[in-house]
Nanobody
Framework: VQLQASGGGLAQPGESLKLSCAAS????????IGWFRETPGKEREGVSC???????VYADSVKDRFTISRDNAKRMWFLQMNNLQLQDTAVYYC????????????????????WGQGTQVTVSS
C-alpha cells in the first residue's frame, strides 16, 4: 500500500503547477482522498479533499485557485494549482481520509490517516 506524489517544482507567482498522486495496493472506490501541505515552522494545513461521490472541499487559502480531481480507474488524484502565491510554498502530501472529507471549516484538523512521500512546491520570484 503506497501513495506517491509528484509534479512539484519551482514556479513564479501567478504560474501553475499540477500535482499527481498515484496509489498502489488499494482501490480508490468508496474512499475520500486529498492533499495537505507542510512548511517548516508552520502548522500542517489541509488543502483540499474530494469525496468518493466527487464533492470537493478546499481550504479558504486556496479556494478558487486550486482544483482537485480524481481518476478512480487509474488510482490517481490530482491538484491543479493556479495563480500560485509565495505562501503556497510547501511540501505537498497526498492522503486518504480517515472517514470522510472534512468541512471547509475543519480543513486544518487532521482528517487524513495515510500519506506517502511529499513533493516540494516552491513559489519564488
Amino acid at each position: 500500500v503506497q501513495l506517491q506524489a509528484s509534479g512539484g517544482g519551482l514556479a513564479q507567482p501567478g504560474e501553475s503547477l499540477k500535482l499527481s498522486c498515484a496509489a498502489s495496493g488499494f482501490s480508490l472506490y468508496g474512499i475520500d482522498i486529498g492533499w495537505f501541505r507542510e512548511t517548516p515552522g508552520k502548522e500542517r494545513e489541509g488543502v483540499s479533499c474530494i469525496a468518493s461521490d466527487g464533492n470537493t472541499v478546499y481550504a479558504d487559502s486556496v479556494k478558487d485557485r486550486f482544483t482537485i480531481s480524481r481518476d478512480n480507474a487509474k488510482r490517481m488524484w490530482f491538484l491543479q494549482m493556479n495563480n500560485l502565491q509565495l505562501q503556497d510554498t510547501a511540501v505537498y502530501y497526498c492522503a486518504t481520509a480517515v472517514r470522510s472529507c472534512p468541512t471547509a471549516a475543519n480543513m486544518r484538523n487532521r482528517w487524513y490517516d495515510f500519506w506517502g512521500q511529499g513533493t516540494q512546491v516552491t513559489v519564488s520570484s
